[in-house]
């Protein structure tokens, strides 16, 4: 079993900048790709950003490049997403996931083998 928690969720005003953390641990964490997806109110959840192992290959939806940097740190086993220029439409719930597809950095949900619980994320205007 693979265990993740995110950190760094909260409330920031839009053109402001916070930087999400999750940790994984377990017994049988190795080599998996990790990303970042998010669900706000009344959506489905979606893909944001995702990396492989060990951290060569990145892959963003459009809605958040140029804005949004994920990278991991593999010796904490930790996943990173650095959110700036945040804006509205950003408010959502933050799930951190893993793969053992670890050649993959475009990620899909139906791929992901382990969720985090999540952490909120709202930006007001």
């Known amino acids: 079993q693979v265990q993740l928690v995110e950190s760094g969720g909260g409330l920031v005003q839009a053109g402001g900048s916070l930087r999400l953390s999750c940790a994984a641990s377990?017994?049988?964490?190795?080599?998996?790709?990790m990303g970042w997806f998010r669900q706000a109110p009344g959506k489905e959840r979606e893909f944001v950003a995702g990396?492989?192992?060990?951290?060569?290959?990145?892959s963003y939806a459009d809605s958040v490049k140029g804005r949004f940097t994920i990278s991991r740190d593999n010796a904490k086993n930790t996943v990173y997403l650095q959110m700036n220029s945040l804006k509205p439409e950003d408010t959502a719930v933050y799930y951190c996931?893993?793969?053992?597809?670890?050649?993959?950095?475009?990620?899909?949900?139906?791929?992901?083998?382990?969720w985090g619980k999540g952490t909120l994320v709202t930006v007001s205007s």
């Open positions: 996931a893993v793969t053992r597809d670890y050649r993959a950095s475009f990620l899909t949900m139906n791929g992901m083998d382990y």
């Open positions: 377990g017994r049988t964490f190795g080599s998996y790709a």
């Open positions: 990396i492989n192992w060990p951290g060569e290959s990145t």
